[in-house]
């Protein structure tokens, strides 16, 4: 399971010119399910983005969280994220997960992170979405429940 974690002074989604789901200050999380994901992977890696300190305190420093920030968190389903691009132009995606698998994980994650008091909010799964956000740094943070960056 791999994200890319935004910190965002706003961010929404839209599908076919409507807003489904938006947030002021907090986290857009990019989410992607791979094959060998499990519900262990998706807990690990909400309890981690619950809890990282990436939010400015009074003196400047990275010390706070998402809730010490006062932030919600917008998730958003990317199996693109697990592209495999090494070989050739076109990416390839054979490590994602299926979609009725990734559903499944991709409500785990959420529900890990709402269980933990955070305010989500959510894309849509498998639409085509228009995916706005304020970067708020930028401070962008990749994470792999497998792998070290």
Request: a neutral charge; hydrophobic letters at 45%; glycine letters at 8%.
């Amino acid at each position: 399971m791999r994200t890319v974690v935004q910190r965002v002074a706003s961010a929404q989604v839209d599908v076919d010119g409507r807003c489904e789901s938006r947030i002021g200050t907090g986290l857009l999380v990019y989410l992607g399910v791979g094959l060998e994901d499990t519900p262990e992977d998706a807990a690990y890696l909400a309890e981690k983005i619950r809890y990282l300190r990436i939010f400015e305190d009074c003196e400047g420093r990275l010390n706070r969280d998402v809730i010490d920030a006062g932030g919600a968190v917008l998730v958003v389903s990317a199996f693109t994220l697990l592209a495999d691009a090494r070989k050739g132009r076109r990416p390839a995606f054979a490590g994602a997960a299926p979609a009725e698998k990734a559903v499944v994980l991709y409500e785990q994650f959420c529900a890990v992170l709402t269980a933990r008091g955070v305010t989500v909010e959510r894309g849509v799964f498998r639409e085509t979405m228009s995916v706005q956000s304020a970067n708020d740094g930028p401070v962008c943070i990749l994470l792999d429940s497998r792998k070290q960056f």
